[in-house]
């Protein structure tokens, strides 16, 4: 109550008033202009507007002045001002004339709405600021990849300066931890394969070739695919995740500013233990789908595990295996370096730092679908 009986005294101390002498029209201002009495004073001054002909506003009686006293005085000056009027302060203190002075600066009128004119222009535009955009991210992690190229090549040269207890430690967080998750999916797709091959072709009396689908299916195209899928929302995110946060907390700049190369220290381990780890993913991805394929054809054609081996034998070649494991280090590469240049693209938010992370990800299945899709029109064109 004593509190609340304060407040109510100091708004009703606080106030203005005008007065006229020689000509002059003065608004000398008195009491505590602060937030508690901004309301009562905010209506005090649209009852009585100093209006056009206020020449001075008197801070000399004011006992305290805050941002929002600050404020109503700067709001009625430039009321005054676009009436036609003029006005000056006088008297106070030199923090309250310093504090009106930095609210007047801060006063930036926000800018009137673009009209947005019709749909069809708004969404041309908005095609073409993506195609920028998308062009300019292109553009930028090409010249990533050179840079991550280069520094590989300089390791190689100078072999000292390379961090293998990294490379090891990235080593095992994206492969050996990623056996489970990776084994498990390629075995219930390769399952899925094989009941889905096998309910179709018993309607042709074909059932026999459902080994050759899994087979070709898994080796070629299925299980490195959604080997790299996996390993760019597990690894790529994770890249860009610690990679981000270490340059929202300054931690890049300071590994510059001790004369080290941060591609050197971050990107390139992160990039050699997918590339390295990769292919042997990719193996036991294969290994892990055809055995989940021969399962559902036990169970399902009653091929025992003996027929099984001896159809899988002829059905698959050697380029059928080396197809996915050739594919699987350059996946893998670009899934790293997507990972690592979206990392290092983070500002300073946490924001940021999931968007990047989120961009990562769609890049990196994208890219990885991409190259898929060359490789397999390069296959085909060699005739492997």
Known sequence: MAAAAASIKESMAAGFTISETNGVTTMTLSGAWTVKAATALDAQLDARPAGARTAAIDLSQLTALDTAGAWLI?????????????????????????LIAAVAAADRPAPA??????????????????????LSSLRDGVAFMGLVLETLARSLVQPWRFRLISLVYHMEQAGLN????????????????????AEQLQRFGAEP????LVAISVLREIGILLTAIMVAGRSGSAFTAQIGSMKMREEIDAIRTLGL???????????LALVLTAPLLGFLAAMAGLTGGGLVCWSMLDLSPATYSALLREAVEPWSFWVGIIKAPVFAFLIGVIGCFEGMRVTGTAESVGQRTTQSVVEGIFTVIIADAIFSILFVELGI
């Not at 489970?180 to 009941?195: D, E, K, Q, R």
């Not at 941060?262 to 390139?268: A, K, N, Q, R």
């Open 113 to 134: 709405p673009e009209e947005l004119g019709p749909l069809w222009r708004r969404s041309v535009e908005a095609i073409g600021r993506s195609m920028d955009g998308a």
């Open 178 to 197: 990623a056996v489970p998750i990776v084994a498990l999916m390629s075995f219930l797709i390769g399952a899925v394969l094989a009941y889905q091959g």
């Open 261 to 271: 190369d941060p591609v050197e220290i971050l990107v390139l381990p992160r990039i």
């Open 74 to 98: 700067h709001r009625t000056q430039s009321r005054i001002a676009a009436a036609g009027g003029r006005v000056a302060l006088i008297g106070g203190q030199a923090d309250q004339q310093a």
């Open 209 to 212: 070739f459902t080994v050759n």
